[in-house]
């Protein structure tokens, strides 16, 4: 990204710098701990909207532990009527939010406004669901919290979803270390009974692997704003299991001490790549390992675009990112 920063928008720019400062002087203690004071207050929160559609889409929350700060957020968007006159189902979307496991949540305003716009412009009934975060709550917390709230919607979905959500064409879905949410969400349902959800393809934006070796895009792009490598390697040092390292099989999904997934039954896989994104090879060999596993998986890379390209719907990657999911997710509904 640095080499093309001042080709950004003032507003990228502001955010990177915003970020990148924030949390290397501010919100990352000395000690390894996260001031979560600070970046409670650094991240904006936002409110449901049940009543009156925002941009086309209802948004409702619903809660499952409040003890554990369990709950998701639905984005409805208005329902459109056929030639017919009937109401046009649309397919559904369990989505995870991203950064790193360490940070934000389900109603941040980034990622609400990102929900937002796949609701609208896909269109899609998304589910964005809230998740425990580390270095409090450590791996597996997130994976528990991800599938006990899908787990959720399949018993509960007359009493969440719209009539026009087809929990029949069902993606799971997620940004950075959402993605990789996504992917093991999808593995669980694999493992899973699921009386009412069919998981039709998984959706990775840039999800968040790694591993002990230094790839040659970390080492390129070590001083990304968004991704450095120093901030990555806290990430993984404050969510992975005490004494594991970067080739944890949760990070390192095809490393050494990976799991054989050759045998399940995985939906399709969409994987989204930037060129200036330090985790890009990781990803690449993400969508590798699931081709070597016989797994239909599809590769799109956006030359131009950094880590978390997709929050910022001004640059021109994020109409064509719109488009590649929206044709990805009807080639999957089709067969």
Request: aromatic content about 14%; proline content about 6%; some cysteine.
């Amino acid at each position: 990204m640095s080499q093309n920063s001042a080709d950004l928008p003032w507003k990228v720019r502001f955010f990177a710098s915003l970020f990148s400062s924030a949390f290397k002087f501010m919100i990352r203690r000395t000690d390894g701990s996260i001031n979560r004071r600070l970046l409670n207050f650094l991240d904006y929160k936002t409110s449901p909207s049940p009543n009156k559609p925002v941009d086309g889409v209802i948004t409702t929350d619903f809660t499952i532990d409040e003890a554990r700060n369990l709950w998701f957020r639905v984005y409805t968007p208005v329902p459109r009527t056929s030639t017919s006159g009937s109401e046009v189902n649309v397919p559904v979307i369990f989505y995870f939010h991203g950064s790193g496991f360490i940070c934000m949540a389900a109603n941040s305003k980034l990622f609400d406004g990102f929900c937002y716009s796949l609701a609208r412009l896909l269109p899609a009934v998304i589910i964005s669901v809230n998740y425990r975060l580390a270095p409090e709550n450590r791996y597996p917390c997130q994976y528990e919290d991800g599938f006990e709230a899908i787990r959720f919607v399949d018993k509960s979905y007359l009493e969440i979803l719209p009539s026009h959500a087809n929990l029949k064409h069902s993606f799971v879905a997620g940004d950075s270390a959402g993605g990789n949410l996504a992917h093991h969400m999808a593995v669980k349902a694999s493992k899973s009974e699921l009386s009412s959800i069919k998981l039709t393809g998984v959706i990775a934006i840039q999800p968040f692997f790694g591993g002990e070796e230094r790839t040659r895009s970390e080492i390129k792009l070590s001083g990304d704003p968004f991704v450095p490598m120093d901030t990555t390697d806290w990430m993984w040092r404050s969510f992975l299991p005490e004494g594991s390292n970067r080739d944890h099989q949760v990070s390192n999904v095809f490393g050494p001490n990976s799991a054989d997934i050759s045998e399940l039954k995985l939906p399709a896989v969409l994987v989204v790549v930037g060129g200036l994104d330090p985790l890009q090879d990781w990803q690449k060999r993400y969508y590798e390992g699931l081709k070597k596993s016989g797994k239909e998986v599809y590769l799109v890379e956006y030359v131009n675009a950094f880590h978390s390209f997709y929050l910022f719907p001004c640059l021109p990657e994020f109409p064509l990112f719109i488009e590649h999911v929206k044709e990805f997710m009807q080639e999957q509904m089709s067969t």
